[in-house]
């Protein structure tokens, strides 16, 4: 069964330092989110992404942040200069769909821990 | 803006024991609902969805839920659990054109055998 593939599964950094994400989404898949989890919190919302360009993007997602398909294959997701909030268990996901469906695949996370 | 709220945060149940986990949400206009399931180091994974018709749907792992309009409800039920069903559970709405789910802060089910 196809499914969403993150890496790296868990990374640890120094703050401000700069962190990238990586996902493999399904290959048919149009449309590419990412959310994030703080440890003990809420799932939030932080970005979608189709046809090479953000589509929608939360409050939580400020200039800090960016995403990138760089290659038709994988979507990255960079924090420039990470703060300790950003501590977070960060999820990509992928959907063939573009309407309101929720039927989101996501991946296993990437745990990342700002020191 | 849209919210969730789930008032159970960790239920603990033993297998052959009826489960309901409630799930709240709160915008006026018209929304979609979602269950999602975390098992233990596993990624989410839809369990159910309601858009519209009927408002009791049936999901995986025989999971339904009942949409109740007049109190923005959206209740997870299931006859009988199982120590598999041990998870962590989360009712997530979107709003209608969309992209962003919004969940809740999830319920963790503890099944005892």
């Known amino acids: 069964e196809p499914e969403v593939t993150q890496t790296p599964s868990h990374q640890v950094t120094q703050m401000g330092q700069e962190v990238i994400l990586r996902c493999v989404p399904i290959?048919?898949?149009?449309?590419f989110y990412w959310y994030r989890q703080i440890l003990g919190q809420k799932v939030e919302f932080l970005v979608s992404f189709y046809n090479n360009e953000i589509s929608e993007k939360s409050e939580i997602f400020d200039d800090q942040f960016s995403v990138e398909r760089p290659d038709g294959s994988n979507f990255t997701l960079k924090i420039r200069s990470t703060k300790l909030e950003d501590s977070a268990m960060y999820f990509c996901?992928?959907?063939?769909?573009?309407?309101?469906?929720?039927?989101?695949?996501f991946g296993e996370g990437s745990r990342l821990t700002v020191l | 803006a849209q919210s969730v709220s789930q008032h159970n945060h960790h239920v603990i149940l033993s297998e052959a024991a009826s489960l309901e986990l409630g799930c709240n949400y709160s915008?006026?206009?018209?929304?979609?609902l979602f269950w999602y399931v975390q098992y233990p180091g596993q990624h989410l994974q839809l369990l159910l969805k309601y858009f519209s018709g009927d408002p009791l749907v049936k999901g995986i792992k025989g999971f339904e839920a009942e949409f109740i309009k007049s109190k923005f409800s959206f209740n997870l039920r299931k006859p009988s659990v199982q120590w598999s069903d041990t998870a962590e559970y989360f009712c997530a709405v979107i709003v209608t054109g969309r992209r962003a789910l919004t969940f809740g802060s999830g319920t963790r089910l503890q099944v005892q055998p």
């Open positions: 290959s048919n898949h149009l449309y």
């Open positions: 915008y006026g206009g018209t929304v979609n």
């Open positions: 996901a992928s959907t063939w769909t573009g309407g309101n469906t929720g039927e989101l695949f």
